[in-house]
């Protein structure tokens, strides 16, 4: 399974971006398919996942109400769109996959990662 993360950037607080993750191979790979951030001294955290079959979603608490999650199946794509974005929202954000463990989306136990997106939200 490869992962491709794209859509970072720059922007003022309050502003909104839209990542995408991009992935191929075995779908039994990619059945979990999930968005991770890492801010500078900071671990990884989880932000929000899906589940490819069926759908079900979860979100970090920090960010419920402000990041959405959706999908593209003909391009295998799985996107966050995030909107109101505040300066602790900066981070690396890595999307990453896994099959099928019955786990929580938050467990960030995942097979596959991808490259990494830098988000920037000055204040």
């Known amino acids: 399974v490869q992962l491709q993360a794209s859509g970072g950037g720059l922007v003022q607080a309050g502003g909104s971006l839209r990542l995408s993750c991009a992935a191929s191979g075995p779908i039994f790979g990619r059945y979990d398919l999930t968005w991770f951030r890492q801010a500078p001294g900071r671990m990884r955290e989880f932000v929000a996942g899906?589940?490819?079959?069926?759908?079900?979603?979860d979100y970090a608490d920090s960010v419920k109400g402000r990041f959405s999650l959706s999908r593209e199946d003909a391009k295998n794509t799985l996107y966050l769109q995030m909107y109101s974005l505040k300066p602790e929202d900066t981070a690396v954000y890595y999307c990453?996959?896994?099959?099928?463990?019955?786990?929580?989306?938050?467990?960030?136990?995942?097979?596959?990662w991808g490259q990494g997106t830098q988000v920037t939200v000055s204040s």
């Open positions: 899906m589940r490819w079959i069926g759908g079900d979603t």
């Open positions: 990453a996959s896994r099959g099928p463990t019955g786990e929580s989306l938050r467990n960030i136990g995942y097979t596959y």
